[in-house]
């Protein structure tokens, strides 16, 4: 269970996130909308302990986020960031490998099953054939494919992605989807960051729209997603039967297993 009491988090003199109250619970997949500068990304970096916020406090399963260890953060929480591009010119195995260094010993090697599974996972997302190529040479939609296989690897409870669409065609976009709540139906949690209403309502449990660093909905999907509270969101006018909506409102949404 991760939570947030009172969340704020200012960078200089400008605050970028309000009060935020939040709670995730085991097998939740929940999508944070939001224009962009709404606070989104500081959010999630604040939950995953990367920033100190200003006031308020971060619980992860009942401990204070700010008394553990990056180990500790990274042995419950994976992280799928936008986009990576390494230094090092490592191989596509040898990147996914790398989730598995929170429950490592210092200077421990991965086992042969650490390998075989790594191998399990990327040919479960489709791109085993990538394993032996450079990270730094393959396009933008195969590196954030490989991110997703590195978190997947991580063992953790608790998933945060940030745009993990970015850069992947239509097919990928819900192979990773499907894939996240596969992963939920198994009591993890996951928590993405999307631009594309019509993604989260068709894969999230709850959602939650930020606007200007403040939560203004947050709840199941079928009462948070209306037209009215998009509209204030983006600060466009839209109906139910504007494009927007034009996937969302269909009956044949993806129902959770």
């Known amino acids: ?19 935020i109250n939040f709670r995730a619970e085991k097998g939740e997949f929940i999508s944070i909308l939001g224009a962009n500068g709404s606070g989104k990304t500081t959010f999630f970096q604040c939950m995953q302990g990367l920033l100190t916020p200003d006031a308020g406090k971060i619980l992860l399963d009942g401990e204070n986020i700010k008394k553990m260890t990056k180990k500790e953060i990274s042995q419950k929480i994976a992280v799928v960031p936008q986009e990576s591009k390494n230094i090092f010119d490592y191989q596509v195995l040898d990147m996914v490998l790398m989730g598995i260094n929170p429950w490592l010993s210092f200077a421990e090697q991965p086992g ?5 599974r790594a191998e ?18 393959i396009s933008g939609g195969e590196r ?11 063992k953790s409870s608790i998933f945060f ?15 990773i989807l499907q894939i996240m709540r596969e992963l ?13 209403p019509n993604l989260a309502y068709q894969y999230s449990d709850r959602v939650i729209i930020i606007k200007t660093g403040k939560i203004i909905a ?20 839209i109906n139910k039967d504007s494009a927007v909506f034009s996937l969302t409102f269909q009956k044949s949404r993806v129902l959770k297993q």
Do not use: C, W
């Not at 947050?218 to 006018?237: D, F, H, K, Q, W």
């Open 218 to 237: 947050a709840g199941p999907v079928e009462e948070v997603m209306t037209a009215e509270n998009l509209s204030r969101a983006y600060e466009i006018a």
């Open 1 to 19: 269970m991760l939570q947030s009491n009172n969340l704020s988090f200012s960078y200089a003199d400008q605050k970028v996130l309000k009060n």
């Open 120 to 137: 399990d996972i990327l040919a479960e997302l489709e791109i085993l054939e990538l394993k032996n190529k450079s990270f730094n040479k």
């Open 184 to 196: 939920s139906s198994k009591h993890k949690t996951v928590i993405t960051a999307l631009h594309d």
């Open 112 to 116: 042969a099953d650490a390998y075989q």
């Open 161 to 175: 992605l940030d745009e993990p669409n970015s850069h992947l065609d239509f097919k990928n976009t819900h192979l």
């Open 144 to 154: 954030q494919l490989v991110l997703i296989a590195r978190a997947i690897m991580q």
